[in-house]
């Protein structure tokens, strides 16, 4: 709850960002609702892909990418054969570019692995469970409403075996998580990260 506080008051700051909309109201292009810009610390993004135990050749989506640090570690470090990063900010778009550049510089990425990565301009309330179908592991660091709002179309589109991950909001009392680790990091609160493993239908 505390990590929530820090985030409310993030998205406080910024003034009607974060807020939920009537889909169409104003800009028509624009996400119904719009989670405010917070990147993981690298530090809990290496412990939410060890928790999802991310493995060689699987395919990773973060869902709201922002500057496309969790599928650039995915491939990077835990060898995954694939990342897509969704933002419907093209900005975070940009940054994800400049992040591909970094890693490829500092050595933590190689230009083949960047040729796997692949950054999208989309709305994540809009994917369906067709989009999911050959994912192995989804990532997100949303927002409780937004996780509600995702939570039936993963149920539906993912495989038996895959993995959920999410950063400090979990799924509801509907949908309990495996497992739910506290990390630290250099910021003054810690973090929580919650796993959902997809059940045999
Ligand atoms: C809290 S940040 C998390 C960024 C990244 N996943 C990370 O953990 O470092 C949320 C991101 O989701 C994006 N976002 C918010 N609402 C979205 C929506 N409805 N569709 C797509 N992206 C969205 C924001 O632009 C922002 O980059």
Known sequence: MRKF??????????????????????????PEIKVPYVPTNQAVVEAMLKLAAVKEGETVYDLGCGDGRIVITAVGQFKAKRGLGVDFNPERLKDCDESVKKAIEGKKLTADQAKTLTFKQGDVLKMTPEDFKDVDVVTLYLLPEVNKRLKPILQKGLKPGARVVSHDFDMGEDWKEDKKEEVKSERSYPHTIYLWTIKKK
């Open 5 to 30: 506080v820090s985030f409310a008051v993030f998205a406080a700051a910024l003034a009607g960002f974060a807020t939920s909309r009537p889909a169409g109201a104003e800009d028509k292009k624009d």
